[in-house]
């Protein structure tokens, strides 16, 4: 039934992509409140559909924040149940300037649609969503279905937990498959094997009680925004290696399989480099691919402090902070990771320099699907069938914090299954998805549920 379901699929591609563009035009901005309509919107819009498809149960699932949307079909009794997963939420589409056409306005151009959320990951969702309708449209799916289509990826997930706890009969599952998590090559197919975790916090800093006259002060007082720049250029070595005691400390040996996994998928420099227009950096010991999949990091996304309008003031700030995130490898723990931070800028916080520390909770480590899971050997199958060849397998550098989570919390298996291409300037003005991944995408998930389908239930829980 796959293959009739794949090509009533694609027959009716370009309904499909009408109904993403109408998607993309709902502006589902998760952490601005000035975009809690747009965030509405495109949950009735896809609960709607979802209905509209034959799923039961569609409903939210509250825990505090943005809702969660499921729906479920049961029909496949002894079938594996299967948690599909997506999330509605996008970034902000800031700065407005820089983008050629409406960043809520999907745009075609060149083979590309342009929108923000397109790529990440609106496109890949609707793929799932319409292969799962498709299926009960042609008589029943070869798996049970459970979809769950977050509203706060692109904050952290801060109410996952909150989730999980109020709504435990929801996400019983054998396993998950994500859309969200895309293909690591444009060249070549990959299967992604795990991902990075995450954490964060912010850095305050205070030298004085008040801001003051950088004339009759300066020299005699100390900058905030110095001292913070001092203590965040403490943290790593001229070649960008990590110089935080203990911060590495668990993190998981690269193994014989990351080790030929990652040279399988080489990065080529000077490519990588030019596209960015920027100069080589980190570690000279680890190749590129695993700087940016295995290594940790530390990274400080925002800095501020004291006068940044338009034109001079001469002040001297009393005050300045700064939001870090750091990318966990396999192993490591967030907690412990945020700690060690922590104590690595304490210890170097001059007298005279208060400093304190602002959570973003607990954060999410890495994520690794495990050598011949079913799920990994059911998704190589695919790749094989749609492209004629084997696929790399991949880590990725970001983060889906719902793959660690629900693993520690639930016990379940995450494939990434989704269409996006590592170019498509996610998070970034001008984002894009190819025209041809819509396609590719409706071909090969038919196939996936096909092959999950034969597979038994307990096999995919590793009992």
């Known amino acids: 039934m796959s293959d009739a379901v794949a090509e009533a699929l694609v027959a009716r591609k370009d309904e499909i992509l009408e109904r993403l563009k109408a998607l993309l035009r709902l502006p589902s901005v998760s952490t601005d409140p000035a975009y809690a309509e747009g965030m509405k919107a495109t949950r009735e819009f ?72 397109a790529s990440d990951v609106k496109g890949s969702t609707l ?136 040279a399988a998928l080489p990065v080529d420099e000077a490519e990588f480099y030019g596209e960015i227009g920027a100069a080589p950096y980190g570690d000279p010991d680890r190749a590129v691919r695993e700087r940016i999949t295995l290594i940790p990091t530390i990274e400080v996304n925002g800095m501020w402090g004291g006068y940044t309008g338009t034109g001079s003031k001469t002040v001297l700030p009393c005050e300045a902070h700064a939001k870090v995130t750091m990318r966990l490898g396999p192993g490591m723990d967030p907690a412990r990771a945020q700690a060690r931070l922590r104590e690595h800028l304490l210890a170097r916080a001059p007298a005279g320099v208060a400093l304190d520390f602002t959570g973003r909770g607990g954060g999410t480590p890495a994520f690794t699907l495990r050598e011949g899971h079913p799920l990994l050997a059911a998704a190589e199958a695919v790749v094989r069938r749609t492209t004629n060849r084997a696929p790399v397998r991949a880590r990725a550098g970001g983060t889906i914090p719902i793959t660690a989570i629900f693993k520690e919390r639930l016990g379940i298996d995450t494939i990434t299954f989704g269409f ?44």
């Open 46 to 117: 896809l609960m709607a559909r979802l209905r509209e498809g034959g799923l039961d149960d569609v409903r939210l699932l509250d825990g505090g924040g943005q809702p969660a949307i499921t729906g479920t079909w049961n029909g496949a009794p002894g079938k594996p149940t299967l948690l599909i997963y997506g999330h509605y939420d996008v970034q902000p589409p800031d700065p407005l300037e820089l983008w050629k056409t409406p960043p809520f306005e999907p745009t075609i151009r060149d083979g590309r649609l342009y929108a923000r959320g």
């Open 127 to 262: 793929i799932a969503v319409e292969t799962v309708i498709e299926f009960i449209k042609a008589g029943g799916c070869p798996v049970n279905i459970r979809f769950f289509l977050e509203g706060e990826e692109e904050i952290g997930s801060p109410s996952l937990g909150s989730i999980i706890e109020r709504h435990p009969d929801v996400l019983v599952a054998d396993a998950m498959i994500s859309a969200d998590g895309g293909r690591a090559s444009t060249t070549l197919p990959t299967i992604s094997v795990g991902s990075r975790g995450l954490t964060a916090l912010q850095i305050n800093v205070r030298t004085a009680s008040k801001d003051m006259h950088s004339g009759r002060y300066g020299g005699a007082v100390r900058n905030a925004i110095h001292e913070l720049s001092k203590l965040v250029a403490s943290l790593h070595d001229d070649h960008g290696r990590i110089v935080v005691a203990g911060f590495m400390d668990d993190l998981d040996p690269i193994g014989a399989r990351e080790a030929a996994d990652a």
């Open 420 to 463: 996006a291409m590592p170019d498509e300037d996610v998070h970034a003005p001008n984002e894009f998805f190819r025209l041809s991944s819509l396609e590719e995408g409706l071909r090969a998930w038919p196939l996936l549920l096909t092959e999950l389908g034969k597979v038994a239930p307990e096999a995919l829980r590793g009992q």
